[in-house]
Structure formats: structure tokens, C-alpha cells
């Protein structure tokens, strides 16, 4: 750790990691209602578990970037971040309307627009919030002796996330046009800006681990974020095919989102050839186990797995069904979940001075979590290929079907056990540092051997 | 080879023109193409108000609607020619624990009998909105 005001991030991933937790235990709640065991109905009937599980979701993958940026910027451009008592505020004011919105989805206060469940008045908090984060943010980057490519991406993706958040915060009374600006907002972040975030993030881990040249890395980031754009802002054409839009869509979606999984498939290129080229000398291998996967799962579950079911001929059949849970959760996971963990565990020795890096536990952290997530997705596979022979294309009834589907959803919670015991260990391994300390300044100079 | 200003034009001329073209098609979705396959003239009072009740009760929790929404209950896009009027009704009133078909459980709820026909116009409205063949007949048959 270079400035003590990085210390910040610590609070942000804390925070993830307890939203994780409890977003896993909405999961299983769900999984045990598809299996017919929907115990809880009275006090949490599922709209209210699946309000809660996404919107966990999206606030633990967001602090975590939030953390994320408080640890980069000033480490990339070389001062202190510009606010310590204002990013303080902000973190307890980002803590305090998380745990509102999901408790209030418990009592039926929401929007019931999926990802965007928060009701307006949050919503209004949540902008507040944000613009103090990209305020400081800015600040920080502004004051700073250099700005760097990896610095701007980032903190772009991040003033991007924000402003895409508006066009969500409208009413509107047809729900064919509802639907198509919710999209603006959760597609043109998942499948856009937050590639760009991805992608600062990624290129920092990587010119710190590898110890690869800048100008390399930096310039094949620009490369793979505009192929994320070139594909992906035509691409939210997927969710417009048979929605109320016009038929173009159906052409300009499908060509346009075949194209997406290069982008992801850049990406990971990009990631081996860096490591493959630099030095393998670091001694952080559980970053460097994330950052690579984080490379390689998003290709799989975000590109490949999302290949899958995106041509208008296939998604005809497999829209609105567990086939899109397929594709949600390995895409999620190896994208966003595997991004937030790798800088986590690449900064938290750094901030702390307790060089847990290459130990047992994180490594049971990384396979059972990693093998857990495969196993669901495969889970998620099998129950949604089965809904669609016998729903969609036999005409069956829905509850014909979801009784066949039983079986895989057991199979779920297998898998499911074995990715909680995984983050179980990570955990583990976060507390496990203890707090961050100003004793670790500059404390680490093995990390950084390559830099010179 | 590529140097790192020529990515960078790549970067933004790439984003700046996709942006451009995606905004124009938004404009062209929401003004000419979604009101004419929405009929957006036939929505009444009734059907904005089954919207929102849609919504603040969030139906899409559980159930998809033009195939959107989560995978534990019924997709509700024709519901009205599917299932009819009645059987909707009956649904939307049931007591004693609510609506529980072959034991999977929604939630009761309390609607005026106006409610009830503010979400039975939504989804007559929703019967009629053409969305590029979704959903597909079952191609084998029953």
C-alpha cells in the first residue's frame, strides 16, 4: 500500500463480503422452493427472496468496485485519495440504504422491475450517493500527479454506471416501453460499462502481477473495451426481439450480440498472453488464480454460455426460462463476483501487511467455489433444457414441467453447497487479516520486484 | 503493428458511432415500432393501473411476462386467451394461503374487486401486443 487513505477500500469489501453471504442465503431459499420445499412462504415468499438475492447481487459487485477504485486511483495516480471523512460518508451511506432497500423488499416496498427492484425515493439516495463516490473519485484522479489509461477506464466505466442508472428511475404506463429502457440500464451495464471497469481493473492486476510494460497492456485494453462496445451497445438488440419492439431487432440483436463473446474472448487472450510473457515470480498466487479466471470464467459463462441461447431462432424457445439462470449465474460469477475477489485478495495483504497469499485455505476458496459454480450452471443446464422440450416445445403446462425439474434443482443445492463451503473459506481467509494498518506502508516491497 | 493511439481512436470512434446509431434505433423503437405493435392507443386508465399493481406487487418475482421476469411461475403473456377471465379471477381471489397448485405457492393477496379488473384489462390488453411470434406454438403439439 502506497497512501494510507486506501485503507478505505477495506470497509467496501467487508461490506461485500457480508451482502455475498447473505445473497447465498436467499439462493438456497429459492432452490429449496423449486425443489417444493417453500417453507418460508409466509415470511419470505419468493418474489421477495428473488427481489433480495439479485439486488445483493448488484450492491456487493458494486462496493466492491467502489472499493476497488478507492484502492487504484490513488495508487495509479500517485496521491492521497482527495476525501478520506467523505468517502467515510459515503460508505455508511451506501451500508445504510443497502440494508433499507433489501429489508424493505421484505414488506412489499419495491418497484418490481427486475434488477432495478428498488423503489424511486431509494433510488434518489442511491444517485446522491453515487455522485459523492465519482466526486471524490474524480477529485482524487484530478489532483494526482499522473493519469494513467488504467486509472481513466475505470473511472469512466464508473461515471458511465452512474449516468446509466437515470434512464431506469422513469415510469412509464406501457410496459413494452418499461421494459425496453430497463434494459438500457441492466444491459448497457453488464454487457458494457462494467466491462470497462472490468477491464481497468484487470489491466491494473495485471501490470502489477505480470509485471508486463504499461504501454503493452494499456494498449490492448483500449483494444478489447472498444470491441466490448462495437458488440455490445447493438447487442442489447437480445432483449428487444420479443418484447414490443420492432422486428429489425431480431437482426440487428442476433448479429450483433454473436459478436459479444469476442470481446470476452479479448479479454481472455489478452489475460494468458500477459501472463505468459511476464514474469511468474509473484508471490501472490491467489491473485493471480482469480485475476485468471476472472479472464477466463467470463468467457465461458458470459460469452459462451451466452451464445448459447441468444439467436433469435434458439431464444424463441429458451427466453423466460431457467436457461437464463444458466447463463446469469456463470456469467455473474466469472465476470464480476471472480473480479471483485481477485483485487480483494490482491490488496488485502497490502493493506493489512499480513502476507496471506498462497495458503491453503485460499486455495480450497478458489476450487470449491469455482467447481460449486460449474456444477450449478450445469444444474441450471439440465433443469432448463428439460423446460423448454417440455414446456415450450411439447406444450406442456408450466407446473408439468417445473415438476420434472425437481430432480436438477436437488442437484442444485449439491452444487450449491460446495461453492458456500468455497466462499465460506474465503471469508474465512478476509477476516483472517484482521483490520488494515498504517504499519503496512510500503511494507511490501516484494510485491512489486517487477516494477522496477 | 498497432500503437496505443491508434486503439484508443478505435476505442472511442467505436463507442462514439454505435452509441449514435443505438440512440437513433431507441428513438425509432419507442415513437414508431413499440406503439404500433403495443396498439399504445388501447391503453386505458384500467390497463395502466393493472401495470402498476403489476409492478408494485411484483408479479415478475415469480412469474415472466413477454418472457421476462423469474422462472417460478407461469409465463402471463396470453394468460387471457390461455386461461380466461374466470379462472384469473379466481386466482387473484383465493384465500385460506392463496393459489397453490400441485403444492408451489403464490402469495394472497387482497384486491378490490376493481383491482381484479384493472389486472384482467392489463392482461387482455397484453393478449393482443404482437411481439414477433413469442411465444412459439409448441412445435411438436400436445
Known sequence: MKFTSQKIAYHFFALSMLLLSLQIVYGFIMGFAHMGYDVLHEWIPFNAATATHKNLLVVWIISGFMGAAYYIIPDESDTELWSVPLAKLQFWSLAIVGVVAVAGFHVGWWEGRKFLEIPRPLDFLVAINVILFLVIILMTLFKGKKQTTTAWVLTMGLVFLALLYLPGMVYFDNISVDSFMRWWVVHLWVEGVWELIM????????????????????????????????????????????????????LVGGIFSALEPLAF???????????????????????????????????????????????????????????????????????????????????????????????????????????????????????????????????????????????????????????????????????????????????????????? | MLTKKQAKAFFIGGTVLFFLIFVGMTVNSLTVGIPQNT????????????????????????????????????????????????????????????????????????????????????????????????????????
Not at chain 1, 481477485?342 to 497469499?357: D, E, F, Q, V, W
Not at chain 2, 386467451?81 to 383465493?94: C, H, P
Not at chain 2, 393477496?109 to 412459439?136: C, H, K, Q, R
Open chain 1, 199 to 250: 477491464g481497468g481493473i484487470l489491466s491494473f492486476l495485471l501490470i502489477k502481477l505480470t509485471g508486463v510494460d504499461r504501454e503493452v497492456i494499456e494498449k490492448w485494453l483500449y483494444v478489447i473495451v472498444g470491441l466490448t462496445f462495437l458488440s455490445g451497445i447493438l447487442g442489447t438488440g437480445h432483449h428487444y426481439y420479443y418484447t414490443g419492439g420492432p422486428d429489425y431487432w431480431l
Open chain 1, 265 to 452: 474472448l479479448g479479454m481472455t487472450i489478452f489475460a494468458v498472453q500477459m501472463y505468459r510473457k511476464g514474469n511468474k515470480s509473484h508471490p501472490n498466487k491467489l491473485a493471480l488464480y482469480w485475476t485468471m479466471s476472472t479472464a477466463i470464467v467470463s468467457f465461458l459463462g458470459a460469452g459462451l454460455l451466452g451464445l448459447a441461447h441468444t439467436l433469435p431462432g434458439v431464444n424463441l424457445y429458451t427466453h423466460g426460462t431457467l436457461i437464463t439462470a444458466m447463463h446469469g449465474h456463470l456469467a455473474f460469477w466469472g465476470a464480476y463476483a471472480s473480479l471483485v475477489l481477485a483485487i480483494m485478495s490482491y490488496s488485502m495483504p497490502l493493506m493489512t501487511g499480513r502476507k496471506i497469499y498462497d495458503n491453503r485455505n485460499g486455495h480450497l476458496a478458489f476450487w470449491f467455489s469455482n467447481i460449486g459454480m460449474l456444477g450449478m450452471t450445469m444444474a441450471f443446464a439440465a433443469a432448463g433444457v428439460a423446460q423448454v422440450y417440455l414446456e415450450r416445445i411439447a406444450g406442456y403446462e408450466f407446473m408439468v414441467a417445473a415438476e420434472e425439474t425437481k430432480a436438477h434443482f436437488f442437484v442444485l443445492i449439491i452444487a450449491a453447497t460446495v461453492f458456500t463451503i468455497g466462499i465460506g473459506f474465503f471469508i474465512g481467509n478476509f477476516f483472517s487479516f484482521g483490520l488494515p494498518s498504517d504499519d503496512a506502508l510500503n511494507d511490501a516491497p516484494e510485491f512489486e520486484p517487477l516494477l522496477a
Open chain 2, 39 to 142: 396498439n399504445a392507443d388501447n391503453i386505458t386508465d384500467s390497463v395502466k393501473h393493472g401495470k402498476l399493481l403489476w409492478d408494485q406487487n411484483n408479479c415478475m418475482g415469480c412469474h415472466t411476462i413477454m418472457g421476462e421476469g423469474a422462472y417460478y411461475a407461469p409465463e402471463l403473456t396470453r394468460v387471457y386467451s390461455r386461461k380466461g377471465e374466470n379462472y384469473i379471477r379466481t386466482v387473484l381471489n383465493a384465500k385460506n394461503g392463496g393459489w397453490g397448485p400441485r403444492g408451489r405457492k403464490m402469495v394472497e393477496y387482497d384486491f378490490t374487486t376493481e383491482e381484479v379488473d384493472d389486472i384482467i384489462s392489463f392482461f387482455e390488453w397484453m393478449d393482443n401486443v404482437y411481439l414477433n411470434g413469442f411465444p412459439a406454438e409448441p412445435s411438436i403439439g400436445e
